[in-house]
């Protein structure tokens, strides 16, 4: 079975998106479809993100989409919507996620430097650690909400992953940081059924009450960021 399309960009008008550019992809075929899976009647076609695209910071968001348009078949009919107009398209939003993405337990302390008071939030149990949400911003910057073992409007960490795996740690909210420092070990051995996953750690300064505090804290991921994927509709 097979189906032939074309990228039609008409098909996005209305929709907010923008057309993916040619050069930020490679189709297996530019024009045609065929069942690749014989226990999957759908047809279907390869496509290959080129580092254009990964380089694209809109990338990583809602923004830019591909639209198909069939324009041949070898079927008997097309199904129809409620209108009886042909269901012969398809837009197909794309985005990516970075490698560091995902769900991290988050392990450490937090000293009062007026007090030396620590606040510590560190478990035996990884699993039964806090957690903390990493998102993508860019290729190879992730952003996480709250310093140390709260989330509080206003403190906002990006962590910047460096081509050499070094990190660089900033204050990506209302509230400053200083003395930060990181660094990052990629194949820490995270929970058993995971496999190894990224674990960075963190040091870094800030004040919140007027009071300052020091923060010291390691963040290992709970999963590859793909088991964590859903599919989504727009």
Request: glycine fraction near 6%; include cysteine.
């Amino acid at each position: 079975d097979w189906a032939t399309f074309e990228i039609d960009s008409t098909l996005l008008d209305g929709t907010g998106f923008t057309l993916l550019p040619e050069s930020y992809y490679r189709l297996s075929d530019p024009s045609r479809m065929t069942v690749s899976n014989p226990n999957l009647a759908i047809c279907d076609v390869k496509v290959e993100f080129t580092d254009e695209f990964y380089n694209d910071a809109n990338a990583a968001s809602r923004y830019y989409a591909l639209p198909f348009r069939m324009t041949g078949h070898n079927q008997d009919e097309v199904l129809t919507d409620v209108t009886g107009q042909p269901k012969d398209y398809s837009v197909v939003a794309v985005k990516y996620v970075s490698k560091w993405h995902g769900t991290y337990f988050v392990r450490g302390k937090m000293t009062n430097l007026a007090t030396d008071e620590v606040s510590e939030y560190c478990d035996k149990d990884l699993s039964r650690n806090i957690t903390r949400d990493l998102t993508t911003v860019s290729r190879n910057v992730i952003r996480r909400t709250g310093f140390g073992s709260v989330n509080v409007g206003g403190e906002v960490l990006d962590i910047i992953v460096n081509d050499d795996l070094s990190v660089t740690l900033e204050a990506a909210g209302s509230v400053a940081i200083e003395e930060a420092s990181a660094s990052l070990n990629p194949e820490a051995d995270g929970l058993e059924l995971a496999g190894k996953q990224p674990e960075f750690t963190l040091s870094y300064i800030f004040e919140r009450g007027g009071v300052r505090y020091k923060v010291e804290e390691t963040l290992i991921r709970r999963q590859n960021p793909e088991a964590d994927l859903r599919f989504e509709e727009w």
